[in-house]
């Protein structure tokens, strides 16, 4: 069966040091999401993407933060300078040919901000 | 804009039923449910759209009233596999982002 999958499952960095979060997404998906959860906290949207530009993005995506797809399957989230409180587990999702369609996550990357 | 669930959280014991309610202040095109085991992703149980039937498989079920803007996520005979939190998402249009509320921890003891 078809999954999303995401690298890595674990990334600790420096506080103000970049990041990137991959993902690759069902492959006939055309919808892309980068979703984050804080522990213990409900998962919070952060951005969509269809046909390669930002179809919607929260308040929380500012401007240290970017998406791309930088080829036919991968779709990544760069945070430049990270902070402390981006500490958190970043989800990845995917769904079919209709925004609102059922969303398929990723297992997650746990990123830990030192 | 964020969807209330209720309750936060409920304990069951093995054989008994739930239910978790989802509402909006505006208007919804869909609601989906999802369910979150510690330290995983969530997983997608079911979608409602507006206008659609109530949904189910096994023993899970969920209602969608579009009038009351609120949703009804329905665990009957309760397993403990069913433990987890449970979030429902909801879309105000055809293209607006999922947004989720904040969770119901349900938790199912033998």
């Known amino acids: 069966e078809p999954e999303v999958t995401q690298t890595p499952s674990h990334q600790v960095t420096q506080m103000g040091q970049e990041v990137i979060l991959r993902c690759v997404p069902i492959?006939?998906?055309?919808?892309f999401y980068w979703y984050r959860q804080i522990l213990g906290q409900k998962v919070e949207f952060l951005v969509s993407?269809?046909?390669?530009?930002?179809?919607?993005k929260s308040e929380i995506f500012d401007d240290q933060f970017s998406v791309e797809r930088p080829d036919g399957s991968n779709f990544t989230l760069k945070i430049r300078s990270t902070k402390l409180e981006d500490s958190a587990m970043y989800f990845c999702?995917?769904?079919?040919?209709?925004?609102?369609?059922?969303?398929?996550f990723g297992p997650g990357t746990r990123l830990t901000v030192l | 804009q964020q969807p209330v669930q209720s309750p936060q959280a409920v304990i069951l014991r093995e054989g008994e039923d739930a239910v978790i309610n989802c509402s909006s202040s505006?208007?919804?095109?869909?609601v989906h449910w999802y369910r979150q085991k510690h330290g995983e992703a969530p997983v997608f149980l079911m979608i409602?759209?507006?206008?659609?039937e109530q949904k189910g498989h096994d023993k899970i079920s969920a209602s969608f009233n579009e009038k009351k803007q609120q949703s009804s996520l329905y665990l009957t005979a309760s397993q403990l596999s069913y433990s987890g939190t449970y979030f429902c998402?909801?879309?105000?249009?055809?293209?607006?982002?999922?947004?989720f509320g904040k969770g119901t921890r349900l938790s199912v003891i033998a």
């Open positions: 999702a995917s769904s079919g040919t209709r925004a609102a369609d059922e969303q398929f």
């Open positions: 492959s006939n998906h055309l919808y």
């Open positions: 993407f269809y046909n390669n530009e930002i179809s919607e």
């Open positions: 505006k208007a919804l095109y869909s």
């Open positions: 409602l759209l507006k206008g659609g």
């Open positions: 998402g909801t879309v105000n249009s055809g293209n607006t982002p999922l947004v």
